[in-house]
């Protein structure tokens, strides 16, 4: 398809377990973010790539979390030992300038930490 | 440190009537940027508009218009004789200077009745 998809759209898991959710961003995007949204909440940022490398991981919350993107296209979001805490929606974006605020946003991944 | 509050939690109207979403902003920057996306029960985040610090002319596309005042910190947005399609989740956003990356507020749910 043309837009950012993102899988798996529902993910279930047990308290502890490893989880990876996936972006693929619109070809040709060389910016990529990845952002969590709670309920009743807006989207809090997590990470940002630009190109291959991590432009900005200041909005991750512990090392339990980790992104990879490692040819500069496709990304995966890394949660390792999930908390029950970590039960949100994990957006993904992508834009082909960085800095304009024009994100290009998928479906998102629902995760459940039981 | 930015700040975006949408003191609008929920907000319902009958269709055809106009409505206000309010969008307050907070930063230390003098030149900065804010956005609207929309977010329908899909999931999926819709960019609206982007305007930066300097430009605090008015606009208007189509039904929507957006009202940026520097002086109260405020960028408004309304949409004119409202449709069920209107219905969703609204976002205001605040990004500041070096392409950092958006902040969101927490959002109003626009409930269009028929």
């Known amino acids: 398809g043309a837009g950012v998809s993102q899988t798996p759209s529902n993910k279930v898991t047990e308290k502890g377990k490893y989880v990876e959710l996936r972006c693929d961003p619109i070809s040709g995007h060389t910016a990529l973010y990845w952002y969590r949204q709670s309920l009743g909440q807006g989207p809090e940022f997590l990470i940002y790539f630009q190109g291959t490398g991590a432009a900005d991981d200041s909005g991750l919350p512990n090392d339990r979390f980790f992104a990879v993107r490692p040819e500069g296209s496709v990304s995966t979001l890394k949660i390792q030992r999930t908390e029950r805490g970590d039960s949100a929606v994990y957006l993904c974006?992508?834009?082909?300038?960085?800095?304009?605020?024009?994100?290009?946003f998928g479906e998102g991944s629902r995760l459940t930490v039981l | 440190a930015q700040k975006v509050t949408q003191a609008q939690t929920e907000i319902s109207v009958v269709e055809k009537e106009d409505v206000t979403l309010d969008c307050v902003y907070e930063?230390?920057?003098?030149?900065?940027?804010l956005f609207w996306y929309k977010q329908p029960p899909s999931g999926e985040l819709v960019f609206l508009i982007r305007r930066n610090s300097f430009d605090e002319q008015n606009e208007i596309s189509g039904r929507y218009s957006w009202n940026f005042q520097k002086s109260t910190s405020s960028f408004n947005f309304t949409i004119t004789a409202s449709q069920v399609v209107d219905s969703a989740v609204y976002f205001c956003?605040?990004?500041?200077?070096?392409?950092?990356?958006?902040?969101f507020g927490k959002g109003t749910r626009l409930s269009v009745i028929a």
């Open positions: 974006a992508s834009t082909v300038a960085e800095g304009t605020g024009e994100l290009f």
């Open positions: 930063t230390r920057d003098t030149t900065y940027y």
């Open positions: 956003a605040l990004s500041e200077e070096g392409n950092t990356p958006l902040v």
